[in-house]
């Protein structure tokens, strides 16, 4: 099982949506506070590219002695059609200041130096510390999860299917959807089944993958055993 601080260091390196939640009223559209890039610096602080007239760059221009504390929200959907699809939320608290002479033109740099963040997805619930957040890595398959989850759900919906008879009489009738995806293993959202209820099952790896090719052996692996059942 992937730690608070990992998860929520790969929900901060992943494609999912993000907005930054400024203290006081804040004169603007919502979408003015959504970073147009996100990524993590060498030392864990979290760096976002905004436009040179957001609200955001505003805020942290006009602020004195690094005192603009802030909130960086990230919610996380799952890239296929499934009941309930947010999978998960992180909220990473910290300091925002500005770096100048880094962005292109028009562009601005902001530097959100880590107090705490939080998680809150299908592993449960988890603090993280700034001394944790920097020494988490992001999941090796977070830039290629999305990909993969719709490739199963498109090409590999019968053997995904098959899964079932790795779950017992629950999942009978049931419809499987692949919902996440990372190195220790598979979940899949199974619904509709006899008593309508919707549900997850995970299937764990043998051994936790390490890269894209790691994990085809890993599915190939996991179908061969239900297809034994």
Do not use: K
Not at 74 to 85: E, Q, Y
Not at 110 to 131: I, S
């Amino acid at each position: 099982m992937p730690s608070a601080a990992e998860r929520t260091r790969t929900l901060v390196q992943s494609t999912s949506s993000a907005v930054l939640l400024l203290p006081g009223p804040v004169v603007g559209r919502p979408d003015q506070l959504v970073p147009e890039e996100r990524s993590v610096g060498p030392d864990g602080e979290v760096l976002l590219v905004y436009p040179a007239d957001s609200p955001a760059v505003r805020a942290a221009t006009h602020a004195q002695d690094d005192e603009l504390r802030v909130v960086l929200e990230i919610t996380d959907v799952a890239p296929v059609s499934v009941p309930n699809r947010i999978r998960g939320r992180a909220w990473v608290s910290g300091w925002l200041t500005c770096v100048r002479g880094v962005a292109e033109p028009g562009r601005m740099l902001l530097r959100l130096e880590v107090g705490e963040a939080r998680v809150d997805d299908l592993w449960g619930t988890g603090m993280v510390d700034p001394e944790g957040f920097v020494a988490a890595a992001a999941d090796p398959l977070v830039e290629d999860e999305a990909e993969l989850l719709q490739h199963l759900h498109a090409a590999h919906r019968d053997q995904v299917r098959q899964l079932c008879a790795l779950v017992g009489d629950r999942a009978d009738g049931a419809s499987a959807v692949p919902l996440a995806l990372d190195r220790f293993g598979l979940r899949v959202r199974f619904s509709g089944g006899a008593d309508g209820r919707v549900f997850d099952a995970r299937f764990d790896f043998r051994e936790p993958v390490r890269d894209v090719i790691g994990l085809r052996r890993a599915m190939h692996q996991l179908f061969e055993a239900a297809a034994a059942e």
